[in-house]
C-alpha cells in the first residue's frame, strides 16, 4: 500500500499516515508561470494499491485539477489500483439543476474524477448522500458522526439534549446523532431567497428549556448555522454549540460565529482551516484522521467499513 497526498491539506495526510505507521510517498507538484500544474512521482507505483489524499476544498478548482493529474500519473506510472481520498467533496452543494440551463456540476467531477483513473473514492460526509450515485466506481462514504458522539460525551451533559438539523438536508445526518445520544431532534425551517442568504423560517420541536448541538456537514458563510443558534436562543434554548464536519469557513464566518451566541463550534480537520483557527475563541478542530486510516486500512485489507458505524 502507498499513501500520497496533493497540497490541498497535508497536515491531515500526515496524521493518516501516522495512524497506519506509513510513510508518504514523494510527490513533486509545481505550478508553472502560466499557472499550469506538474507532477512528478519520485518512486516507483508499479503494481502498487495507491491511496491519494485530497480535499478538493479552495482554491476547488486548482485542488480538484492537482487530484486529476496526480491520478493520470499514477495511472501512468502503472499502478494497480488508485483509490481518490477526497475528505472534504467540493462541487457537492450543485447536486441537482437549480434552475433552467445550470448544470449537476457534482456529477461532472465525479465523472472527471472517474475519467482520470480513479478506481475506487473514500470521502467523507457528502452534502447529499445520493451523490455516491454519481460515482459508477465503488465510493465509500464515511460519517464523521462517531467521532462527533464521542467528543460530545467527553465534554457536554447528554440529559436534556437536542441535536439540531438547520435545514432538512441535514435531517437524516442529525437524527443518526441523535439516536446515537438517545436525544430528541429539532428541525429548522430554513430557505434560501438567494444563493448566499438564509433564513429561518420556523423551528419544528419544543427547544425551550433544552441544551442543543446544532449537527450539519458545511459550515461555509456561517450564515445557516448562526441563524439557527440566534432562532434557537428566541425560542428558549438554555445553549446552544454546533458539530459541522466541513469547515469551509469563507470570508467572516470565524468572527461571525465569535460574536454569535453560540457556546462553541467544532469542525473537523477535512478541510485543512488552521490558518483561519489561530485566535478563533469558541471554535475547536477535532480530527478525523484515525476513522480515515481506519477505512484506508480496511479497504486496503477488503475488510468491512460499514463495520465502522456499527
Ligand atoms: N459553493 C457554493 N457556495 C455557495 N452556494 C452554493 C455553492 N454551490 C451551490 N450553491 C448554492 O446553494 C444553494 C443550495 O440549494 P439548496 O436548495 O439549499 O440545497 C443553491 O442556491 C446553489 O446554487
Ligand atoms: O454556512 P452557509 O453559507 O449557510 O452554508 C452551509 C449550508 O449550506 C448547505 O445547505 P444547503 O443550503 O445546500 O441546504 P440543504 O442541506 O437542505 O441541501 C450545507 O448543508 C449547510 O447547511
Ligand atoms: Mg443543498
Ligand atoms: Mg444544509
Do not use: W
Request: proline residues 4%.
Amino acid at each position: 500500500m502507498k499513501l500520497m497526498c496533493g497540497t490541498a491539506n497535508k497536515p491531515l495526510a500526515k496524521a493518516i499516515a501516522d495512524y497506519l505507521d506509513a510513510p508518504l510517498s514523494n510527490v513533486e507538484i509545481e505550478t508553472f508561470a502560466d499557472g499550469e500544474l506538474f507532477v512528478r512521482i519520485d518512486e516507483n507505483m508499479r503494481g502498487e494499491d495507491v491511496f491519494l489524499i485530497q480535499p478538493t476544498s479552495k482554491p476547488a478548482n486548482d485542488h480538484l485539477m492537482e487530484l486529476l493529474i496526480c491520478m493520470d500519473a499514477l495511472n501512468r506510472a502503472s499502478a494497480r489500483r488508485i483509490t481518490a481520498v477526497i475528505p472534504y467533496f467540493g462541487y457537492a452543494r450543485q447536486d441537482r439543476k437549480t434552475g433552467g440551463r445550470t448544470p449537476i456540476t457534482a456529477k461532472l467531477v465525479a465523472n472527471l474524477i472517474a475519467g482520470a483513473g480513479a478506481d475506487r473514492v473514500l470521502t467523507l460526509d457528502l452534502h447529499a448522500g445520493q451523490i455516491q450515485g454519481f460515482f459508477d466506481i465503488p465510493t465509500d462514504n464515511l460519517f464523521a458522526t462517531p467521532a462527533m458522539e464521542t467528543d460530545i460525551r467527553m465534554n457536554y451533559d447528554t440529559d436534556n439534549l437536542m441535536i439540531v438539523s438547520p435545514d432538512v438536508g441535514g435531517v437524516v445526518r442529525a437524527r443518526a446523532l441523535a439516536k446515537r445520544l438517545g436525544a430528541d431532534i429539532a428541525i429548522v425551517d430554513k430557505r434560501r431567497p438567494h444563493p448566499g442568504e438564509a433564513e429561518v423560517m420556523n423551528i419544528i420541536g419544543d427547544v425551550d428549556g433544552r441544551r442543543c448541538i446544532i449537527f450539519d456537514d458545511i459550515i461555509d458563510s456561517g450564515g445557516t448555522l448562526c441563524n439557527a443558534a440566534a432562532a434557537l436562543k428566541e425560542r428558549g434554548a438554555t445553549e446552544v454549540s454546533a458539530y459541522i464536519t466541513h469547515g469551509v469557513l469563507s470570508g467572516k464566518a470565524v468572527e461571525r460565529i465569535g460574536e454569535s451566541e453560540m457556546a462553541e463550534l467544532v469542525v473537523t480537520d477535512s478541510i485543512d482551516s488552521n490558518d483561519k483557527l489561530v485566535g478563533a475563541k469558541n471554535v475547536r478542530a477535532l480530527s478525523v484522521a484515525p476513522l480515515l486510516g481506519e477505512a484506508i486500512r480496511r479497504i486496503a485489507n477488503d475488510e468491512s467499513v460499514s463495520k465502522l458505524f456499527d
